[in-house]
């Protein structure tokens, strides 16, 4: 059974500070990971994705890629209070570009 | 990155009836998924949709109770039969807008209760 596996949380963390999102998957095979954004009562919004071993760096958001430990992060730094959201880790099930998704990690940032 | 439109945004449905949801984007995709979310969970995938034949079902999901449609490249269905009050969800359709591609983009879902 191939899962992807997130801390449900709630991780608190005070404005300004940076947020750390931390996500596993059991299948080697997939290449590409994606992280989304969820506000309550709205649809997840892509924020990141990473393909490659490494950081992938966009404006106040860093998605870390460890293929050997089978392990993904998302950093925001400047944490602000809009971002105050669920966060979801997804990873690609093979070529036939479904994905396979974690249950989500609820953020909270503190004014 | 594609608009994707879903209607209806919400309703309220009677136990034993059927509702289709439509998926419409604004330019043509190569791949259509349907999910539902519950309330406080994550994402589970209904089906894939294949334009022009058959969707293809995850398990658990069946065509007679999640018949889809999705007749071109724009535009797909998910109609949900014989309502039961297990069925109260939002229902999402998303896009791979290209091949080579794997990000997947959310349409603003529909929001179903069964009384």
């Known amino acids: 059974q191939k899962e992807v596996e997130q801390n449900s949380g709630p991780l608190s963390v005070p404005e300004g500070a940076i947020a750390s999102l931390n996500c596993t998957y059991s299948d080697r095979g997939s290449q590409s990971f994606f992280w989304y954004r969820q506000y309550s009562g709205k649809s997840p919004e892509l924020i990141m994705f990473i393909y490659s071993n490494g950081d992938k760096e966009d404006g106040r958001f860093t998605a870390q890629l460890n293929k050997a430990s089978q392990y993904v992060s998302l950093l925001i730094r400047d944490s602000q209070p809009s971002d105050s959201a669920t966060y979801l880790c997804?990873?690609?099930?093979?070529?036939?570009?479904?994905?396979?998704w974690g249950l989500g990690t609820s953020l909270a940032v503190n004014p | 990155s594609a608009v994707i439109s879903q209607k209806p945004s919400r309703d309220i449905c009677q136990r034993g009836t059927s509702l289709t949801i439509q998926c419409q984007v604004d330019?043509?995709?190569?791949?259509m998924f349907w999910y539902r979310q519950q309330p406080g969970q994550s994402l589970t995938l209904i089906a894939t949709a294949n334009q022009g034949s058959e969707a293809t079902y995850e398990s658990g999901f069946v065509i007679d109770k999640f018949p889809i449609s999705r007749p071109n490249l724009t535009f797909s269905t998910l109609t949900v039969s014989n309502m039961s009050p297990e069925d109260s969800s939002i229902y999402l359709c998303?896009?791979?807008?290209?091949?080579?591609?794997?990000?997947?983009?959310f349409g603003p879902g529909t929001r179903l209760t069964v009384t």
């Open positions: 997804a990873g690609d099930a093979g070529n036939n570009r479904k994905l396979i």
């Open positions: 330019s043509q995709v190569t791949m």
């Open positions: 998303s896009v791979v807008p290209a091949e080579g591609e794997r990000e997947q983009y």
